[in-house]
C-alpha cells in the first residue's frame, strides 16, 4: 500500500467538513497533518485536538498584513509536511503568496453548483435567485473568489425549497461526501488537467 498523503486542513467554524475528514480518510488514503484557522475559538479546532491532530491559529490582527499572516501559515504547514491544503470553511481569502507555497494543491467546498453563486451566503444567493436545483462543488482554488476550476460536483433537486437551512440540510451529507471523495482522488493521483482546456480537470479513478 502506498503511503498516504499529508493533508493540512483550513476552517473558520463548525467544522463538520473537517469532522467527515477525520472520520474518513484520516488514517487511510490520507493523514491530517495539521488544521490551522483564523478564529482561535473555531469548534473546529477542537475536532482536530480531539483527534491529536496538530492545530495552529493565524489571526490577522497579530500579523502586519493578510499575507505575513498566510506566508507565516504555509510554514507552519508546509513544517507538518502538507502536501495538499483543503479549505472546510475557511472564511478568509488566500493571498496569491500563500497559493505560490502550494501550487496545484488548494481545494475548497462550496455549498453552491458553481460558478453560480460565488462567495458568502451561497445558499441564500441560490434562494433568492429561485433556483430549484442546488448542489455542492468542489474547487481548486486560485486568486479569485471561487473561480478556480471545478473538480468534482453534485446536484440536487429542490423545488419547493424556501429556506436555507432546509437546503443546508440536504447539502450537508453532499458535502460530507464529495470533499473526502475529492482528496481520495488527489491522494490516487488521479486528478489531471485536460491538456485542450486547463480550466477542466479529468479525474481519472
Ligand atoms: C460549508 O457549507 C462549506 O461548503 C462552506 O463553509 C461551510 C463550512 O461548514 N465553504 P463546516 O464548518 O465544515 O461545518
Redesign the pocket.
Known amino acids: 500500500m502506498s503511503a498516504s498523503l499529508p493533508v493540512a486542513v483550513l ?8 469532522q467527515a475528514l477525520l472520520d474518513t480518510v484520516h488514517g487511510a488514503e490520507a493523514e491530517i497533518v495539521a488544521v490551522a484557522s483564523d478564529v482561535p475559538d473555531a469548534p ?1 479546532l477542537e475536532r482536530a485536538q480531539a483527534r491529536g491532530v496538530p492545530t495552529g491559529v493565524f489571526e490577522r490582527a497579530t500579523h502586519a498584513s493578510g499575507e505575513q499572516r498566510d506566508l507565516a501559515m504555509a510554514d507552519w504547514l508546509a513544517g507538518q509536511g502538507a502536501r495538499l491544503v483543503v ?4 472564511m478568509a481569502l488566500l493571498s496569491p503568496a500563500f497559493l505560490d507555497r502550494f501550487p496545484a494543491a488548494v481545494i ?4 453552491a453548483l458553481l460558478p453560480s453563486f460565488p462567495g458568502l451566503r451561497a445558499i441564500e444567493q441560490a434562494l433568492d435567485y429561485g433556483v430549484k436545483v442546488f448542489g ?1 462543488t468542489v474547487h481548486f482554488v486560485d486568486s479569485g473568489v471561487d473561480t478556480g476550476p471545478v473538480i468534482l460536483q453534485r446536484a440536487i433537486e429542490l423545488p419547493d425549497a424556501r429556506d436555507a437551512d432546509e437546503v ?1 440540510v440536504a ?1 450537508r451529507p453532499i ?1 460530507h461526501a464529495l470533499l473526502p471523495e475529492a482528496v481520495r482522488l488527489f491522494a490516487a493521483g488521479a486528478i489531471s488537467i485536460d491538456p485542450e482546456n486547463p480550466r477542466r480537470i479529468i479525474c481519472a479513478a
Do not use: F, Q
Not at 476552517?11 to 473537517?18: C, I, K
Not at 479549505?87 to 475557511?90: E, F, N, P, Q, R
Not at 475548497?108 to 455549498?111: A, F, G, K, Q, T
Open positions: 476552517a473558520s467554524g463548525t467544522g463538520t467538513n473537517l473546529a479549505l472546510a470553511g475557511y475548497n467546498v462550496h455549498p455542492v443546508l447539502l458535502e
